[in-house]
């Protein structure tokens, strides 16, 4: 099993900091992002927005705490892009039959519209942030990505429970 070594003493602080893994992680999310923007940006929409359109088609009818829990988001963030959308026709909250205290949420026709609209923008913007890896190296990534998530799960501010589909 390969270990990280420390950095070598000739390394300048500045080397280190952009082999740090936060520090590749948080620019490869915004490398993420910019490519998502590029592709889906004239659509208006935002990756944490297509996030919740997406988990919203494949479970109609969860609340806001569900949905938080699905997308690893805060609950507040959730409140902000969940009200930003509803706004805009793209999903409805609506009382729970059985506790009306628990509002559940469900694409709209707009929303279901929206969300086919931006897929191949979607699968355009991970096409490209994958295109630098061979298709063995995407593997590994995702795999290795994964894996990091799943372990320090335990330690994130908003835990993530995925849905199954």
Do not use: W
């Not at 919740?52 to 988001?73: E, N, P, R, Y």
């Amino acid at each position: 099993m390969n270990t990280l070594k420390p950095p070598a003493a000739s390394e300048s602080s500045l080397d280190m900091l952009y082999q740090r893994p936060g520090f590749l992680l948080r620019r490869a999310h915004q490398l993420s992002v910019a490519l998502f923007d590029l592709h889906c940006g004239a659509l208006n929409l935002t990756p944490p927005q297509y996030g919740v359109l997406t988990v919203l088609s494949h479970a109609q009818g969860i609340d806001q705490a569900t949905l938080a829990k699905a997308l690893g988001f805060d609950k507040v963030t959730t409140l902000h892009i969940v009200r930003g959308l509803e706004a805009r026709g793209l999903l409805s909250r609506l009382p729970d039959a059985n506790d009306r205290r628990r509002m559940t949420m469900r694409l709209t026709k707009s929303g279901t519209s929206l969300l086919a609209r931006s897929a191949p923008g979607a699968s355009q913007a991970y096409a490209e942030l994958m295109a630098p890896l061979k298709p063995r190296e995407q593997a590994q990534l995702l795999a290795l990505l994964g894996r990091l998530c799943d372990d320090l799960e335990p330690h994130a501010r908003a835990p993530m429970h995925k849905l199954r589909a």
